[in-house]
């Protein structure tokens, strides 16, 4: 399998050793292009790795693809080495399942495998290939001629564009964007209409830049202001990261929910049954009438609501401080030619209160496992060397991925590690820290020296306290700091 894309320049071919690591690679290149990626592997248990990345691409709508070989059908459940019941084993978190015999296959199959999965809405797909022995015979042979490549249809089959919801002029609108693929058009329709209507945008929507400033933060004084509540919320995009947000609509609902999509696939976060808008989201807000009236006047209260709660961190940990000063120092730096990564945990909820960013921001806030960051954004990394790419971990995530830096570490990534000692967020949340015995198992205290394990991977390593925020920007964003390197931030 592996020869067979060597032998064709229309790929360019990456190697992981670590199957997870690769997987989640291979995402992250995926996530930046929005097309497909493929992940190939081995047999047997390395395919079961994959199974992460796999998960957290169904829930990001990313097209991974994932190539495995497999043994053929008469030596499986017969004790052989490397071998084990592959076909299907992604379930329904793949979009598509294709499985075949190496040496009974057909072109035409692929093309109609294409054909049945293309119209579905985008997401990860599973090709099985059982291939016997003599597994090598002909690797060096020419490569066949090539067929085609496998690309998702811009609509999803079963899309009919909707009728246009009526909005009375009494009824204000509030508009949120969950994570979210970059779309320019998008961003153009939204300034058009934020004068008027408060718009929401989460830290992963690649709006973050627009509508309401500092919304997250201000939720954060916990006041259940039922005036913030629209008549009317219309949502674009997938997950929101905001708890507050959640919490207000699910305690004070909308008169009515609007979720504005192509895909007939959308969650009920706000426990508000929204009501499904088959449309094309720009060509709706084109023709989007906003009631100006009650929405300019929800606009400003939710402006006057954060301006009269500005986020408070007197009552935080000292760490909790520090990390999160350094965070949004660090992101009003950056501009549109660069690209933020941050990880799961406490990272990303810092990004979000942080108010806003220039750059792209992405975290996998699928699933929102700790598992894949650090390769998800190595990916990510490698698939645009035009851009600088920033990744904000903590320092149990940076060690659980580690082995994403077990590959060719493109240079114009910078891996930044929020070293607590820990993972602080179990002291954030209320509950895991009312009992102390918890901590050594759910917390995972270390005192990992970063600077060997950047060592091992080949990767430079510079440390600083953290309260060092003016010096340790400047040298992650000096432009004569061109190659890859690991800055680790130690807490105080």
């Known amino acids: 399998m592996v020869a067979a894309f060597l032998k064709d320049s229309h790929f360019q071919i990456h190697s992981f050793p670590d199957e997870r690591s690769a997987a989640f690679a291979a995402m992250g290149m995926a996530q930046h292009s929005q097309h497909m990626c493929a992940f190939i592997c081995t047999s047997g248990s390395a395919l079961v790795n994959a199974f992460p990345a796999v998960c ?48 009974k296959f057909k072109p035409n199959s692929i093309i109609r495998f294409n054909n049945q999965i293309s119209a579905h809405t985008k997401g990860p797909l599973h090709i099985n290939i059982a291939i016997s022995d ?19 249809k811009e609509n999803p089959a079963d899309f009919t564009p909707s009728k246009l919801p009526e909005i009375q002029p009494n009824e204000s609108v509030l508009i949120l ?18 004068a008027q209507t408060p718009v929401l945008t989460d830290v992963c929507s690649q709006q973050f830049q627009l509508g ?3 919304w997250d933060a201000a939720l954060l004084s916990n006041k259940q202001d039922a005036s913030l509540v629209p008549d009317v919320l219309i949502t674009m995009g997938m997950a929101t990261i905001s708890k507050p947000l959640k919490s207000l609509f699910r305690t004070h609902k909308p008169k009515r929910h609007l979720h504005i999509s192509k895909s007939t696939e959308v969650g009920d976060p706000f426990q ?59 992101m009003k730096q950056l501009n549109e030619h660069d690209v933020l990564h941050l990880g799961n945990s406490m990272a990303v909820r810092y990004g979000s209160w942080a108010g806003t960013c220039k750059a792209p921001i992405y975290s996998n806030r699928g699933i929102s496992g700790i598992d894949g960051c650090l390769s998800t954004a190595l990916g990510f990394a490698k698939s645009c060397p035009e851009k600088n790419v920033y990744l904000i971990i903590g320092d149990v995530s940076a060690i659980y991925d580690a082995h994403g830096l077990w590959t060719d570490i493109p240079p114009n990534i910078k891996v930044i590690i929020l070293n ?11 509950g895991p820290n009312e009992y102390p015995p918890l901590k050594k198992y759910i ?14 991977y080949g990767i430079p390593h510079v440390r600083f306290p953290i309260s060092e925020v003016d010096a340790s920007i400047s040298t992650i964003i000096d432009s004569n700091n061109k190659g890859a390197f690991l800055i680790e931030l130690c807490s105080d």
């Open 56 to 103: 957290e691409a169904y829930y990001q709508r990313i097209p991974l693809l994932i190539m495995s070989a497999d043994r053929p059908k008469e030596l499986i459940d017969q004790w052989d080495g490397q071998t084990m019941r592959q076909a299907g084993i992604f379930g329904d978190y793949v979009r598509g399942n294709m499985h075949f015999n190496a040496r």
């Open 134 to 152: 003599p597994i090598y015979e002909g690797v060096d042979t020419p490569k066949a001629q090539h067929v085609s490549f496998l690309e998702h």
């Open 177 to 194: 964007i969950g994570q979210h693929h970059i779309s320019d058009e998008l961003s153009k329709s939204l300034k058009l209409i934020e």
């Open 212 to 214: 309401l400033s500092g």
């Open 272 to 330: 508000t049954q929204p009501e499904i808008v088959q449309f094309d989201e720009v060509n709706f807000l084109n023709e989007f009438k906003s009631p100006s009236k009650p929405s300019k006047l929800l606009k400003s209260k939710w402006e006057q609501f954060i301006s009269g709660n500005p986020i408070e961190t007197n009552g935080w940990s000292l760490n909790f401080q520090q990390e999160f000063q350094w965070v949004h120092t660090f």
């Open 420 to 430: 607590n000692q820990g993972g602080k967020i179990f002291d954030w949340i209320k």
């Open 443 to 456: 917390q995972t205290p270390q005192d990992k020296d970063f600077s060997m394990l950047a060592a091992f």
